[in-house]
């Protein structure tokens, strides 16, 4: 059976780059069978473009309200969804003109295909100064076509200290991500594409395609990344605790991993910008990970703090040279 795309953008004031988006999804050697813009209440014109580019493949809704993420925005266009199948794409990405075909053709040699409900290619960063960067996953195996069962999936993201799965190069089943609860609208502000990922990952195997068919721009435009949730707790850590309940040991101590690395991963942001406050890091686990448990008492304190933030500081000045 041939995989059916129904593509999902988010858009919130992102006027600048939103026909670039939409171009290379109108470019795909393989087309979806519709794309889905939910607006989020942009104010510089995004949204209006949108909507004189509308006919019977391109569909759009407006929202009232801004909602942190765009996670509220994917689930509404989800919901609105008819393919087998959601590719997410964010306003300001854009796709490679293989795209969908690379993720198609992966199910199609996926061995048990049914049981697949995440699929996902590589990508590159692109800087400022047209400066490239392949994405970690992609530069561990080489370009190389993967299966994963949770397990697996769980032993690349513990070893590369980075979710594998980037949200504008993947694919998800689209009652996996029913089943698995969508994304995590008012729960979290930041973080939640992890956390979806991690919840459907759970429901079966993922794939990866092997091939680089997207582009990450980091210099958009009101990106999310840019906005400091300093010493908030990654809403992901709810989300291992309740899976780590029910599996194997083995299991259960990659996921403790997880969580250790995903909460020291926001505590050395919080650090380098307005201090480490405990509550942030309550639920690290020291006896898995000493050594950055006392670390994260270290940068706790007055001095510890003092230090990040300078050190911070020192290393802006010097890529600002």
């Not at 069978?33 to 509308?54: C, F, L």
């Not at 309940?245 to 259960?252: F, S």
């Not at 969580?259 to 307005?274: D, G, L, P, Q, W």
């Not at 942030?280 to 990040?308: H, Q």
Request: hydrophobic share 40%; aromatic share 10%; charged share 25%.
């Amino acid at each position: 059976m041939v995989a059916t795309f129904s593509v999902v953008v988010p858009l919130y004031n992102k006027g600048p780059h939103i026909e670039r988006a939409l171009s290379s999804v109108l470019g795909q050697t393989l087309a979806p069978v519709e794309i889905i813009v939910v607006d989020d209440g942009s104010s510089d014109g995004g949204y209006e473009w949108v909507k004189a580019q509308s006919n019977g493949l391109i569909r759009h809704e407006q929202r009232g309200a801004p909602g942190p993420g765009g996670y509220a925005a994917r689930n509404r266009a989800i919901d609105m969804a008819h393919g087998d199948w959601i590719a997410f794409l964010d306003a300001d990405d854009e796709w490679r003109v293989d795209h969908l075909a690379a993720l198609a053709a992966a199910l199609g040699k996926a061995k048990e295909p049914d049981r697949v409900v995440t699929l996902f290619s590589g990508y590159e960063d692109i800087y400022p100064g047209d400066r490239h960067e392949i994405d970690p996953f992609t530069r561990h195996f080489a370009g190389r076509a993967v299966e994963m069962d949770f397990r697996a999936l769980l032993q690349h993201w513990v070893a590369l200290n980075a979710s594998p799965i980037w949200t504008s190069a993947t694919a998800c089943r689209r009652v996996a991500l029913l089943e698995a609860g969508l994304f995590p609208e008012g729960r979290c502000r930041r973080g939640g594409d992890k956390d979806t990922w991690l919840r459907v990952a759970h429901l079966g195997q993922a794939v990866y395609t092997g091939a680089i068919t997207a582009n990450y721009y980091r210099d958009a435009v009101n990106m999310t990344t840019k906005k400091g949730y300093a010493n908030t707790v990654p809403c992901i850590v709810q989300t291992v605790d309740q899976i780590m309940a029910g599996e194997p040991p083995r299991i259960a101590g990659l996921l403790r991993q997880l969580k250790n690395r995903e909460i020291f991963n926001y505590a050395m942001v919080s650090a380098r910008t307005e201090g480490l406050k405990p509550h942030s890091w309550a639920d690290f686990d020291g006896d898995t990970d000493p050594f950055r448990f006392f670390m994260l008492r270290a940068l706790s304190n007055r001095v510890g703090s003092a230090v990040a933030r300078g050190v911070h500081k020192s290393r802006a000045l010097l890529r600002g040279r």
